[in-house]
T-cell receptor, first 113, second 116 residues
Framework: DTGVSQNPRHKITKRGQNVTFRCDPI?????LYWYRQTLGQGPEFLTY????????KSRLLSDRFSAERPKGSFSTLEIQRTEQGDSAMYLC???????????FGPGTRLTVT | AQTVTQSQPEMSVQEAETVTLSCTYD???????LFWYKQPPSRQMILVIR??????QNATENRFSVNFQKAAKSFSLKISDSQLGDAAMYFC?????????????FGKGTKLTVNP
């Protein structure tokens, strides 16, 4: 069990550029979650996959955001035409369906200049 | 929609002493999960302790224990024999079961300082 990994750990981009983050869940976990955490706040749910199916999306996930989980293994989160308001820590978590204990990765810190 | 409230933005404790962090939540569900996560500075979120709402017995994990009051919708975390390594942000989180995703709803966190 190597834990949840996320890459890159830090990303600095200019406004208007596209960025993509990757999450590798704990290998046996078929549920994968994305959250966003801004400074001084708790994480907020963005979206969730069970295997390769994206089953729920938050209204926080605007049209500029897209997430995929091909083959039900790793997941990618892409942000198109980044805005300064997208600057945040993007967290990935994974779990079994039962019990649904979520284990988090180290996060990707995005800075949009 | 479920909400989680942590009313203590900051708390401090002396090393070896006991501290209690407060959390209240609002839900109309009867079956759910509650969690405390620890987030050290610039480090990842760690699951500290969990409680299933149908269990009356309070969860314990070594020096960490909870006081779960379902009727009052309260879920406090007690840290005994505090250590310097306990210094971190602590987040209370609610995991619902309706809809099947058990996505987590977090409070704003409590920053715990441990004084030597």
């Amino acid at each position: 069990d190597t834990g949840v990994s996320q890459n890159p750990r830090h990303k600095i981009t200019k406004r208007g550029q596209n960025v993509t983050f990757r999450c590798d869940p704990i290998s046996e976990h078929n549920r994968l979650y994305w959250y966003r955490q801004t400074l001084g706040q708790g994480p907020e749910f963005l979206t969730y996959f069970q295997n390769e199916a994206q089953l729920e999306k938050s209204r926080l996930l605007s049209d500029r955001f897209s997430a995929e989980r091909p083959k039900g293994s790793f997941s990618t989160l892409e942000i198109q035409r980044t805005e300064q308001g997208d600057s945040a820590m993007y967290l990935c978590a994974s779990s079994f369906p039962r019990p649904p204990w979520q284990y988090f990765g180290p996060g990707t810190r995005l800075t949009v200049t | 929609a479920q909400t989680v409230t942590q009313s203590q933005p900051e708390m401090s404790v002396q090393e070896a002493e006991t501290v209690t962090l407060s959390c209240t939540y609002d839900t109309s569900e009867s079956d759910y999960y509650l969690f405390w996560y620890k987030q050290p500075p610039s480090r990842q979120m760690i699951l500290v302790i969990r409680q299933e709402a149908y269990k009356q017995q309070n969860a314990t994990e070594n020096r960490f224990s909870v006081n779960f009051q379902k009727a009052a919708k309260s879920f406090s975390l007690k840290i005994s024999d505090s250590q310097l390594g306990d210094a971190a942000m602590y987040f209370c989180a609610y995991g619902g079961t309706q809809g099947g995703s058990e996505k987590l709803v977090f409070g704003k966190g409590t920053k715990l300082t441990v004084n030597p």
